[in-house]
């Protein structure tokens, strides 16, 4: 960092040296400045403890809204018996040898739900024996056996003695001694934190208070904005450009030429914005996208007539089908979709002598880094990366094409880096040139026997490849298949000794990327809409329908069970006003490994308009680490999955994207929130993720609740009744 005092990198250097620091602080403006800080005890990579008492969890994983860093702290803080008050969470440097993705191999990320499933043992043991050190310390200090020293809230004690001491206390002692690598890890009934009701988030407050330090608030000496003119359609190239009106506004200070556009540099967002939309420039669109939706979806419709890459291949469908008694079938479609974070896209990057420092709401460290120091010419280790809050995210800061941090590199490297660069997307620069969750359709459909039982099932999805390309290609991608667009679909969990699912992966060139809940957010749709019309077929009541099919996957099950209890499906529906029509609907899918079933209410108006009234959830995640958590991600999910359910929706005209912002890409209002009801369904399981999850049963929940309430099926995305 470029303190005056003592560099942050030197800091470091310094820890790693000893097991005592000096510690560094954050202001509100990005500056990093050192401080006189406790001495500090570092039993391992995951947890500093300071003389103050202070607990710091150094967190692998990205705080981007989900409670990330309550959870990872929480683990950690259970083992090490510490005052929750003294616990505080620190982005970790980026070194995939320390930090890895425990669920990925050698890779340090956030995404797919992993943070708390792949930390659990790992922070349990750090915490355990980060204890285990205090607690050889203060034997040491007090020359008492190790085995009659207990640790509770903070505080060690020796009770034959009556001697007491807080770890700040220890701190001295501690950071002489080695911390033990084998440790017994507690029993779960003796947990005092884990699967608490109310345990505050740990960054909560300094959001409130606007301590909260994200990539915007960073502001070096010397440091330049930039923003980027982008091509008009994707794929289309720069064949010239005039600079001199945009040189000319107050405050740029340079336009330089990238491969992904022009950037232009000033001493600010507004002026850099006001010489973007000053230059000149000529496009080279010759090999650019030039169709629009509509032309998509007629070639999609017509690779639906054509057999695909077989994802699953059970039994004999075809014969299941020519002897069905009924068959339900349906075409959905499924629109691109933005990411559309409140906090736009935005990277700060530094050039010095001994490499490059980085200052990002880091998702992908380690995909990032080498990306730039390619750029640099430059070791992945001579890459610095300060990983800060970021406001959201849903899959777009983890890209393994590492576009916006590459541009960011790219202009520093233009410039010779002569300045520190921040580099700011507009929301209309990502929603008009980002990455988007793909487009789909899909064809499917149940066959019945004369009794109603479901023997055959086909499913037939096309839309682009996530993963082709990338570097999870090799082991996500099987004769042709990429896994994540198949998923909830090939591995259906319902019971149908007949089954075929194959898929399409056209090669288009809009840009595509994974989206909160990944394949579940189309897959789960369809799967939960075809089986509820298949119960009706079957003129069976839905939850008994799914819980018959549902015989060899016990937690899908449990939460059906529950959701369907705490709902009152066995009671009829209160009816509405007159000229209203009130549906009940269902929806259960395992997503990252956790199970979420949710029932829909909603009423419908003489006009046609509706409103979802009540979403009742439950949940099984294993372990319920933060119940709060929980509840407030399955309600941020339902939300979030609303959004897209009634709302948005990316659209092409002649290679172009239609929408720029919240106007015509609106997003779920306050006042159309349903009441929520989170029920959590015990379990001594290992936890999964649930920052995904709450996403994929909401709209095939609310979509059958309308089918029931009018009769009228809907398989086309965003909702629309009239």
């Given at each position: 960092?470029?303190?005056?005092?003592?560099?942050?990198?030197?800091?470091?250097?310094?820890?790693?040296?000893?097991?005592?620091?000096?510690?560094?602080?954050?202001?509100?403006g990005?500056?990093?400045r050192?401080?006189?800080m406790?001495?500090?005890a570092?039993?391992?990579?995951f947890v500093?403890?300071?003389?103050?008492?202070?607990?710091?969890?150094?967190?692998?994983h990205?705080?981007?809204?989900?409670?990330?860093?309550?959870g990872?702290?929480?683990?950690?803080?259970?083992?090490?018996d510490?005052?929750?008050?003294?616990?505080?969470?620190?982005?970790?440097?980026?070194?995939?040898?320390?930090?890895?993705?425990?669920?990925?191999?050698?890779?340090?990320?956030?995404?797919?739900?992993?943070?708390?499933?792949?930390?659990?043992?790992?922070?349990r043991?750090?915490?355990?024996?980060a204890?285990?050190?205090?607690?050889?310390?203060?034997?040491?200090?007090?020359?008492?056996?190790?085995?009659?020293?207990?640790?509770?809230?903070?505080?060690v004690?020796?009770?034959?003695?009556?001697?007491?001491a807080?770890?700040?206390?220890?701190?001295?002692?501690?950071?002489?001694?080695?911390?033990?690598?084998?440790?017994?890890l507690?029993?779960?009934?003796?947990f005092?934190l884990?699967?608490?009701?109310?345990?505050s988030?740990?960054?909560?407050?300094?959001?409130?208070?606007?301590?909260?330090?994200?990539?915007q608030?960073?502001?070096?000496?010397?440091?330049?904005?930039?923003?980027?003119?982008?091509?008009?359609?994707?794929g289309?190239?720069l064949?010239?450009?005039?600079?001199?009106?945009?040189?000319?506004?107050?405050?740029?200070?340079?336009?330089?030429?990238?491969?992904?556009?022009?950037?232009?540099?000033?001493?600010?967002?507004?002026?850099?914005?006001?010489?973007?939309?000053?230059?000149?420039?000529?496009?080279?669109?010759?090999?650019?996208?030039?169709?629009?939706?509509?032309?998509?979806?007629?070639e999609?419709?017509?690779?639906?007539?054509?057999?695909?890459?077989?994802?699953?291949?059970?039994?004999?469908?075809?014969?299941?089908?020519?002897?069905?008694?009924?068959?339900?079938?349906?075409?959905?479609?499924?629109p691109?979709?933005?990411?559309?974070?409140m906090?736009?896209?935005?990277?700060?990057?530094?050039?010095?002598?001994?490499?490059?420092?980085?200052?990002?709401?880091?998702?992908?460290?380690?995909?990032?880094?080498?990306?730039?120091?390619?750029?640099?010419?430059?070791?992945?280790?001579?890459?610095?990366?300060?990983?800060?809050?970021a406001?959201?995210?849903?899959?777009?800061?983890?890209?393994?094409?590492?576009?916006?941090?590459?541009?960011?590199?790219?202009?520093?490297?233009?410039?010779?880096g002569?300045?520190?660069?921040?580099?700011?997307?507009?929301?209309e620069d990502d929603?008009?040139?980002?990455?988007?969750?793909?487009?789909?359709?899909?064809?499917?459909?149940a066959?019945?026997d004369?009794q109603?039982?479901?023997?055959?099932w086909?499913?037939r999805?096309?839309?682009?490849s996530?993963?082709?390309?990338?570097?999870?290609e090799?082991?996500?991608?099987?004769?042709?298949?990429?896994?994540?667009?198949?998923?909830?679909?090939?591995?259906?969990?319902?019971?149908?000794?007949?089954l075929?699912?194959?898929?399409?992966?056209?090669?288009k060139?809009?840009?595509?990327?994974?989206?909160r809940?990944?394949?579940h957010?189309?897959?789960?749709?369809?799967?939960?809409?075809?089986?509820?019309?298949?119960?009706l077929?079957?003129?069976?009541?839905?939850?008994?329908?799914?819980?018959?099919l549902?015989?060899?996957?016990?937690?899908h099950?449990?939460?059906?069970?529950?959701?369907?209890?705490?709902?009152?499906?066995?009671?009829?529906?209160?009816p509405?006003?007159?000229?209203?029509?009130?549906?009940?609907?269902?929806?259960?899918?395992?997503?990252?490994?956790?199970?979420?079933?949710?029932?829909?209410?909603?009423?419908?108006?003489?006009?046609?308009?509706f409103?979802?009234?009540?979403?009742?959830?439950?949940?099984?995640?294993?372990?319920?680490?933060?119940?709060?958590?929980?509840?407030?991600?399955?309600?941020?999910?339902?939300?979030?999955?609303l959004?897209?359910?009634?709302?948005?929706?990316i659209?092409l005209?002649?290679?172009?994207?239609?929408?720029?912002?919240?106007?015509d890409?609106?997003?779920?209002?306050?006042?159309?929130?349903?009441?929520?009801e989170?029920?959590?369904?015990?379990?001594?399981?290992?936890?999964?993720?649930?920052?995904?999850?709450g996403?994929?049963?909401?709209?095939?929940?609310?979509?059958?609740?309308?089918?029931?309430?009018?009769?009228?099926?809907?398989?086309?995305?965003?909702?629309?009744l009239?």
């Open positions: 960092m470029n303190s005056p005092e003592l560099s942050r990198r030197d800091l470091l250097k310094a820890g790693a040296a000893s097991a005592l620091l000096i510690g560094f602080q954050f202001t509100p990005g500056r990093l050192a401080a006189a406790p001495a500090t570092v039993p391992n990579a500093r403890i300071g003389s103050d008492d202070s607990v710091t969890v150094l967190s692998k990205l705080e981007m809204g989900q409670g990330t860093y309550t990872l702290a929480t683990i950690l803080a259970e083992e090490l510490a005052d929750w008050q003294t616990v505080r969470v620190e982005g970790a440097p980026a070194n995939a040898a320390v930090y890895n993705n425990l669920n990925w191999g050698p890779i340090q990320g956030t995404g797919g739900s992993s943070a708390m499933a792949n930390s659990w043992m790992q922070l043991q750090a915490g355990a024996s204890r285990a050190l205090l607690v050889a310390a203060a034997a040491k200090d007090w020359g008492v056996p190790a085995a009659e020293i207990s640790v509770k809230a903070g505080v004690t020796h009770a034959p003695s009556g001697r007491k807080r770890f700040g206390e220890l701190v001295a002692t501690a950071s002489t001694l080695q911390a033990p690598k084998e440790v017994k507690k029993d779960p009934k003796d005092t884990v699967g608490k009701q109310k345990l988030r740990r960054d909560s407050a300094d959001k409130v208070n606007g301590k909260a330090v994200f990539t608030d960073i502001n070096l000496p010397g440091m330049l904005t930039a923003v980027v003119a982008h091509p008009p359609r994707f289309a190239k064949r010239g450009v005039d600079a001199s009106a945009a040189k000319a506004v107050k405050g740029v200070v340079d336009v330089v030429t990238i491969e992904s556009g022009v950037a232009v540099l000033a001493k600010g967002f507004w002026a850099a914005k006001k010489g973007r939309d000053a230059l000149k420039l000529d496009w080279d669109e010759s090999g650019a996208i030039q169709q629009g939706s509509s032309e998509l979806r007629d999609y419709t017509a690779l639906l007539k054509q057999p695909g890459a077989v994802a699953n291949l059970q039994g004999e469908p075809d014969a299941a089908f020519a002897k069905a008694a009924k068959v339900v079938r349906a075409v959905y479609e499924f691109y979709l933005a990411h559309a974070a906090e736009p896209l935005n990277c700060v990057i530094s050039l010095g002598k001994e490499g490059v420092e980085v200052w990002n709401g880091e998702q992908f460290h380690t995909f990032d880094q080498g990306a730039i120091a390619a750029v640099f010419g430059l070791k992945p280790e001579q890459v610095k990366i300060n990983t800060l809050y406001g959201g995210s849903f899959g777009r800061r983890a890209n393994p094409a590492s576009d916006f941090v590459i541009e960011c590199a790219r202009i520093v490297k233009a410039i010779g002569k300045a520190p660069v921040k580099m700011v997307w507009t929301r929603m008009r040139g980002g990455y988007y969750r793909p487009m789909y359709l899909h064809e499917a459909e066959a019945l004369a109603g039982k479901l023997i055959g086909r499913q999805i096309v839309g682009q996530i993963i082709t390309g990338t570097a999870f090799g082991f996500m991608v099987k004769n042709g298949v990429d896994a994540t667009s198949v998923e909830g679909a090939a591995n259906l969990p319902y019971h149908v000794p007949n075929r699912v194959d898929l399409h992966s056209p090669k060139a809009v840009p595509v990327l994974w989206w809940s990944v394949g957010t189309h897959t789960g749709f369809a799967v939960e809409t075809l089986i509820d019309e298949a119960a077929a079957a003129k069976a009541d839905p939850v008994a329908f799914r819980l018959a549902l015989d060899k996957h016990p937690r099950a449990g939460v059906l069970k529950l959701v369907a209890d705490k709902a009152g499906w066995s009671k009829p529906l209160k509405g006003k007159k000229g209203e029509k009130r549906g009940r609907g269902v929806a259960v899918v395992e997503s990252f490994g956790t199970f979420v079933a949710q029932v829909a209410e909603v009423t419908v108006k003489a006009d046609g308009s409103r979802i009234d009540r979403v009742v959830c439950a949940v099984d995640c294993g372990t319920a680490i933060n119940p709060d958590v929980i509840r407030a991600q399955m309600e941020g999910g339902i939300g979030f999955g959004s897209a359910a009634l709302h948005s929706a659209t005209k002649g290679g172009q994207v239609e929408q720029s912002n919240f106007h890409y609106p997003m779920l209002r306050i006042n159309e929130m349903p009441r929520i989170v029920h959590i369904l015990p379990s001594g399981a290992a936890p999964t993720g649930v920052g995904e999850p996403v994929p049963p909401i709209a095939p929940a609310v979509a059958n609740a309308l089918a029931a309430a009018t009769g009228k099926r809907l398989s086309t995305l965003p909702l629309k009239a």
